[in-house]
């Protein structure tokens, strides 16, 4: 997803602005510490011109909440600049900066915007002196040179735009090719010619060598000539008069699939659902589009030509399918990016287009207005929106972006609220299947000490009569060691001694209780399964040690039937309260996606109507 400008959309931003030469600053307010509105006026006209540092600059039609105190920021610019004219709107060399010149003569200001980095807002006088900066710092190219208060801006770090020399591409292109590893043609165009990175991008996809081949993918003396012809067709489209008409139109390109980062149904990643998407073909099809403001809504390119979901799902499979379904249930068109240009091949995979073989497009092709898009397939996963101006497609797609991250944290939201209450319920049913285990295995303690009574008699009494004479703990645990090993049954039911605390674990096994005592123990080799270990009092007999077992169940049962109706209470007041939680966020998110519009004249009066019938008997019937 497109963030911030690129420097193709800075010289169409300061083409498009050209018409505020001549308007005077009203007024200057801070939406947050990073972006800024300038109120502009003239008798028959006013304009929102916004500022975000290292992000964007471009016009709005409609008012935006703005902070209750200036910041000491918008007070040093409101000193500065207020009441002066704008006399030219100019890009500093090839750089994303924006320069406004206000005033004339002696009391001529400079207001700078960085898009570049962490961006910055500066503001000089006639001599490039800083009088009022945004973010001061320092350079990190070793000059040591700080942009703050009374320091001089420094205008020889800005790269100017020269012209494009065939014999310099030429030679860069050869010793990139000697290089080993070769590096990637795109770096090496970008240090022989000052395009910027969005044309380049275009020329080099245009070898149909992949997105980012190396130099070496320019193989013959053809392909040479085939790529200086493409430069040299993208380098008059920033010269006069062509970069004079790249403000004339405006495209936003949708995605099929949300680029936001999150996760996808049943855990599925963000890039998977890219690849499913692509395969479903226009699943989103049937998606609502975005709606623009009325003097500047989008065209969608083509309409005709849009493949059918249905088809495109039912040629895919199941798994298109699939993605359809979740593609419509998350309102799945996003706005994803916006050019000035809309035959750049970036967009072709996207939009399903025959790529244009390299040398085949001259300036004239690249300039809006463009033609209908053609070629559509149904592999295609996006689409696109034209606009009258680039200023007009650059304030809905913010405005868009803005809703869309809000409908992204809405979704995130509600997913943690029933996370949540998910989580209380499986907690719940954890403690409640914990208490019915432990009722269970002490019923079949009690049931195994019942059914094999005798033996158990028989073995707790033979320690009781060794503990009377008084013979020594320790020597008492070798003895029934001994006598376990030397195969004594009474001894083999005997798991650990607790002494200490009067009692023994014994280890039964399991036998069906069929109401018959057994009086012999029993061997696990016998039975055929593990034996279970089971804890008595030495004082007590089998029968007691076994009511004592069915006690603790029933105390179990009653805690079980208690707990069960706590959780019941405690699950819908977690109900409850995340049935509240939601629409609050909905709320929220309703409020966030709200989009602003156009406060028009009489909206900002009282009116009052006065109706008066011609004569007397006419007051009634007004009334």
């Keep these: 997803m497109k963030t911030r400008f690129s420097s193709l959309d800075c010289a169409a931003t300061v083409s498009g602005l050209q018409e505020l030469v001549g308007m005077r600053l ?25 500022v975000e540092s290292g992000v964007r600059v471009h016009t709005l039609d409609f008012s935006r909440d703005k902070a209750r105190v200036p910041s000491v920021f918008a007070l040093q610019l409101r000193k500065l600049l207020r009441t002066k004219r704008i006399e030219q709107v100019s890009q500093l060399g090839h750089d994303r900066i924006i320069s406004f010149a206000f005033g004339s003569g002696a009391a001529r200001m400079y207001l700078i915007v960085e898009l570049y980095a962490s961006g910055n807002v500066v503001a000089c006088d006639p001599q490039m002196v800083v009088e009022a900066v945004l973010r001061p710092h320092q350079y990190a190219d070793g000059s040591q040179l700080a942009v703050g208060a009374q320091q ?103 995605r099929a699939v949300a680029p936001l980062k999150a996760q ?36 969608l390119l083509p309409d005709a030509q849009q493949p059918a979901a249905a088809a495109a799902a039912a040629a895919a499979g199941d798994d298109a399918a699939d993605v359809a379904g979740e593609a419509a249930a998350a309102n799945e068109l996003f706005f994803d990016e916006f050019s000035p240009l809309a035959v750049l091949r970036q967009y072709d995979a996207l939009l399903g287009r025959r790529p244009a073989p390299l040398g085949s497009l001259a300036a004239a092709d690249l300039l809006p207005p463009t033609p209908p898009a053609s070629g559509f397939s149904a592999s295609c996963s996006g689409r696109l929106l034209q606009f009258p101006s680039f200023m007009a497609a650059v304030a809905p797609f913010w405005g ?72 020594d703990w320790r020597q008492l645990e ?82 079980a039937g208690k707990t069960a109706i706590a959780s019941q ?40 109507f006065v109706l008066l019938g011609v004569a007397a008997a006419n007051d009634q019937s007004v009334v």
Excluded at 167 to 186: F, I
Excluded at 408 to 421: F, G, P, Y
Aim: charged content about 25%; hydrophobic content about 40%.
């Design 26 to 50: 009203a007024n200057v307010y801070d939406i947050n510490p990073k972006t800024y509105i300038l109120k502009l006026a003239k008798p028959d006209h006013n304009c929102m011109l916004l």
């Design 478 to 559: 070798a003895m029934v060691k001994q006598a376990r090993r030397a195969g004594d049954p009474l001894a083999g039911l005997v798991h650990q001694l607790r002494l200490s605390e009067n009692r023994v674990t014994l280890a039964l096994v399991p036998v069906e209780c069929s109401g018959e005592e057994i009086t012999e123990p029993i061997s696990e080799t016998a039975q055929g399964q593990p034996a279970m270990t089971v804890e008595v009092d030495l004082s007590l007999t089998a029968h007691a040690n076994a009511r004592t077992y069915f006690e603790l169940a029933r105390h179990q049962q009653t805690k």
């Design 152 to 254: 001089q801006y420094p205008m020889h770090l800005v790269s100017p735009h020269v012209p494009l020399d065939p014999a310099r591409v030429a030679d860069a292109l050869a010793r990139a090719r000697l290089a080993v590893p070769a590096p990637p043609l795109k770096q090496v165009l970008a240090e022989a010619c000052t395009l910027g990175p969005t044309l380049i991008e275009h020329v080099v996809l245009g070898l149909a060598a992949g997105p980012n081949p190396p130099a070496t993918a320019v193989r013959s003396q053809e392909d040479e000539q085939l790529l200086l012809l493409e430069l040299r067709a993208c380098q008059e489209l920033m010269e006069q008069p062509a970069i004079s008409r790249l403000a004339g139109g405006g495209f936003i390109v949708q």
């Design 264 to 299: 996808g149904a049943a855990g599925t990643s963000r890039r998977q659902m890219k690849k499913k998407a692509a395969a479903a073909g226009s699943a989103a099809d049937a998606a609502p589009v975005a709606a623009a403001d009325d003097d500047a809504a989008g065209v």
């Design 400 to 471: 868009e972006l803005d809703s869309q991250k809000a409908r992204q944290a809405e979704r995130q939201a509600e997913a943690h609220v029933l996370s949540k209450l998910q989580a209380l319920r499986e907690d719940q049913n954890r403690r409640l299947e914990t208490l019915g285990n432990e009722q269970q295995q002490n019923r079949q303690r009690g049931w195994q000490l019942e059914a094999q009574a005798g033996a158990v008699d028989a073995c707790l009494e033979s320690l009781r009569n060794a503990l009377a004479t008084g013979i």
């Design 569 to 608: 209470q405690a699950i819908k007041r977690a109900e409850v309260k995340a049935r509240q939680g939601l629409q609050q966020v909905r709320q929220q998110a309703e409020l966030r996606v709200h989009a602003p519009r156009r406060v028009y004249w009489f909206e900002k009066f009282h009116w009052l």
